[in-house]
Structure formats: structure tokens, C-alpha cells
């Protein structure tokens, strides 16, 4: 395809309707693999005839007749499903050739929730569920998703491939989960939006610091969920967490591409717009707590990233309240990762002993070969004086990064505690 206007435009309308599209496709046809097929199908058919045509006033719904059309003409050749072909064509006929999807956007929307949480189901690994979801909700292609997660291209679309077929077995439910299953469905759905964010905001692998591309993907879907989930103070935390801390991509790199740690960086970089987001979400979230409405790990570290977008100035910066934040959320959600942030917060809000006694509580190998625990030893160590037991740490953690600019820092950190 041709770069240019026309294929701004498909690639626009794609990336904000394909849920849509895959999700209403797949309530009429009940197979998420040929509602994306069929979808797959009119993103071809625009690409053939936009740049001929021109761009449609509507493109979603173009996109809609398009895959409606191609899905009638897939059932008129499988005579077992003419019940389908007459479900589909009425469907087209009573829209006029041209659905109105604002005039059914509830329906529409109910239907791309149901698709998260169809590629959240239980059925599937997590490795799964989060590259069905960036397939299906994101819109991403087969190789932005191995790209995004350092895989090929083949072993990508073998594990969609494979995801799809786990879902067909196990004959799921285009349907919302109710009771409990509702429940646990969406912290699964919620933890693969944050997986998304955080694997864009901080790569686990390769050459770059940060993937803002895959970061916006997770703060677009944070807030996908959040337009459709309105009563849980843990959706609306997440849309804050990830609004908050996304703003401050800006000013994680400095002008050389050098990596800035959240105490030196220049907030004045900070994105303004996502900090108010961020903050209006978690007063959403928090009127919803005050009413009696459970909240959750995620309501819990977007109060934190709220502190932090709250300071003008690090020094500024409430470690006290961030502390007792880490403290509920420790019982809230207990877990090493907690522990170990629990333990820089200590260490700021009181001193480094204290940060220190809390990450001591730590199993060493809690983490695996995560270079987590050694960094922020290495940190608290640091400012207790102890710089050569710091830049022992810094060299241990820089040992089991697998991320070249957090290799850097890390490094740069420990030479720093050598002079």
C-alpha cells in the first residue's frame, strides 16, 4: 500500500474500529477467526478501492457493509448456515447498504467488551490473552506484536493462530461473564492492558529504553475499558495509572538518548494533558470508593502516580503518603514487586536502614533473574553511604537486564559509586 492521505486514512480508521468491526462480526457469526477473517477482508477491500475511489464519508461503516458483504457471500457457499446468510442479509437491508453506528453505538460498544473479554478467557495463557488482545482490541498486526515483544513473526502468528483455535475448542461464549467469573475475567483484562503499557514503558528487552508506541496502545485501551466499565474504581485507576506515568515519556530520554531516572527528569516535559486525564479518572474512581465501591491494586498505584504528578519538583515529592499508599497496597495486593517499591518509598520517606530492612524481607531469588531487586539495593545502598557495596549491586543487576538502555544506567550508576 502507498503512503499518503488515503492510507493515513485506512490505517486510522483501523487502528480505532477493528474492535468494533471484529467484535460485531463476531456476534453475528459467533467464530472470532472468521469475524477477523471477514474483517481482514474489507481492510483489503478499502486498501483496493479507497485510493480509486477516495476516502468514504463514513469509513467505519464502510468498513462494516464491506465485512457484512464478504461474510453474506462466505454463508450462501456453505448451504448448512443459510440461517446465518438470512441473519446477515437482513441485518444489511434493514441498515440500507449503509450501517448508522452512531445510531447503535451501545450495542456496538457492549459488543468490543465482550471482545476483551473474550480474549481474556480462562482457556488461554497470559502470553496468549495479551497477543489476542493486541490482535483483536489493538488492531496491531502480526509482526508490530512480534516486534513489540522481541518474537518472530511465525512464532506471533502461530500463538494468535493457536489462541483462536484453544477459544473454538473450548466452544466460548460471546457473552459477558456475570458473578464472580465477571470478576476474575476482568482482572485478567486489566492486567494485559497494564502488561501492554509496561512492556512500552519500560522494554524488557532489546536495544530500546521504552516503546511509546506499545505504551499509547495500553493507555488506548485503558481508556477503551474505561468508557465501558464506569462502576469499578480498578478500570478507572488503571486509565489514571497509565495516563500518569505515560506522561512522563517525554522526559524519560534526554536530548542525547540518554535514559533520565524519575528524580532527574524535567517535568516541565511531563505531558500536561495525560496528568489531567489521569487525575480526572482517579477523581471518577474515587467517588465511586467513597459510595462504598471496592478498590483494587490498580486505584492504589494510581493514588501514588498522582503524588508524583502532584509535586513540581521531586524534592517536593510526599514519599510519607506514597509509604502508607505502598503500605495498604501490600495488604491489598502482596506480592515481591510490591515489596521491593514498598522498600525505595520506605527509603525515601524515612531513610535508607528503613528501605533497606524492608527489602531484606525479600526472598533473594523472589524475582528470578529479575534485575529488580539488585537495582534497588544498589539504590538504597547508595544513599546510605555505602558506595562501593551500591556499585557491587548496580554491576549485579546490570548483569541480568536484558534491556540495553537500562544496561546503561545501571552501569553509568555503578561507575558513579566507584570514584
Known amino acids: ?59 467505519a461503516a464502510w468498513l462494516m457493509t464491506a465485512a457484512k458483504r464478504r461474510g453474506i457471500d462466505e454463508f450462501r457457499r ?8 438470512a441473519d446477515l442479509a437482513h441485518d444489511l437491508e434493514e441498515e440500507d447498504g449503509m450501517p448508522d453506528l452512531d445510531s447503535q453505538v451501545d450495542h456496538i460498544e457492549d459488543d468490543v467488551l465482550r471482545l476483551m473479554f473474550l480474549c481474556c478467557h480462562p482457556s488461554l495463557t497470559p502470553e496468549s490473552r ?29 500463538r494468535i493462530s493457536r489462541a483462536k483455535k484453544t477459544l473454538s475448542d473450548a466452544r466460548a461464549e460471546f457473552e459477558l461473564p456475570t458473578g464472580q467469573d465477571r ?20 522494554a524488557t528487552a532489546g536495544d530500546d529504553w521504552m516503546r511509546p508506541d506499545l505504551a499509547e496502545e495500553g493507555m488506548r485501551l485503558a481508556r477503551l475499558l474505561a468508557a465501558q466499565v464506569t462502576d469499578e474504581p480498578d478500570v478507572l485507576g488503571l486509565q489514571a495509572l497509565v495516563e500518569i506515568q505515560g ?9 542525547d538518548g540518554v535514559p533520565v531516572l524519575l528524580e532527574a527528569q524535567d517535568r516541565s516535559r511531563w ?19 467513597a459510595r462504598g465501591r471496592p478498590v483494587g491494586r490498580y486505584f492504589l498505584q494510581a493514588c501514588i502516580a498522582a503524588e508524583h504528578a502532584r509535586a513540581e519538583r521531586a524534592e517536593d515529592t510526599d514519599w510519607r503518603r ?10 491489598a495486593a502482596p506480592g515481591p514487586v510490591v515489596e521491593v517499591n514498598r522498600a525505595v518509598a520506605h527509603g525515601r520517606a524515612y531513610d535508607a536502614g528503613t528501605g533497606l530492612a524492608v527489602l ?43 534491556n540495553e538502555g537500562e544496561r546503561s544506567v545501571l552501569l553509568r550508576r555503578a561507575e558513579e559509586n566507584q570514584r
Open 78 to 85: 456453505a448451504d448448512t448456515l443459510r440461517r446465518k446468510t
Open 130 to 158: 495479551t497477543a489476542l488482545t493486541l490482535r483483536l482490541v489493538g488492531g496491531l498486526t502480526t509482526d508490530e506484536i512480534a516486534r513489540a515483544f522481541l518474537s518472530s513473526e511465525s512464532t506471533m502468528r502461530q
Open 322 to 331: 506514597i509509604a502508607s499508599y505502598y503500605d495498604v497496597l501490600a495488604q
Open 360 to 402: 531484606e524481607a525479600v526472598a533473594p531469588d523472589a524475582l528470578g533473574d529479575s534485575p529488580l531487586i539488585p537495582s534497588v539495593r544498589g539504590d538504597l545502598l547508595e544513599r546510605a553511604g555505602l558506595h562501593a557495596d551500591a556499585a557491587a549491586s548496580f554491576r549485579e543487576a546490570a548483569g541480568r537486564t536484558r
Open 1 to 59: 500500500m502507498q503512503t499518503g492521505p488515503t492510507s493515513e486514512a485506512i490505517t486510522t480508521t483501523w487502528r480505532a474500529e477493528s474492535a468494533r468491526l471484529v467484535g460485531a462480526l463476531t456476534r453475528m457469526t459467533r467464530d472470532v477467526a472468521m469475524a477477523e477473517d471477514l474483517a481482514q477482508d474489507a481492510l483489503v477491500a478499502a486498501m483496493e478501492q479507497w485510493p480509486e475511489n477516495g476516502i468514504p464519508s463514513n469509513p
Open 247 to 255: 506522561s512522563r515519556i517525554p522526559a524519560r530520554l534526554d536530548d
Open 271 to 289: 505531558n500536561q494533558l495525560l496528568i489531567r486525564r489521569g487525575i480526572a479518572a482517579l477523581e471518577k474512581a474515587e467517588e465511586l470508593a
Open 183 to 202: 470478576e476474575r475475567r476482568l482482572d485478567d483484562v486489566l492486567a494485559v492492558i497494564y502488561l501492554v503499557f509496561n512492556e512500552g514503558y519500560s
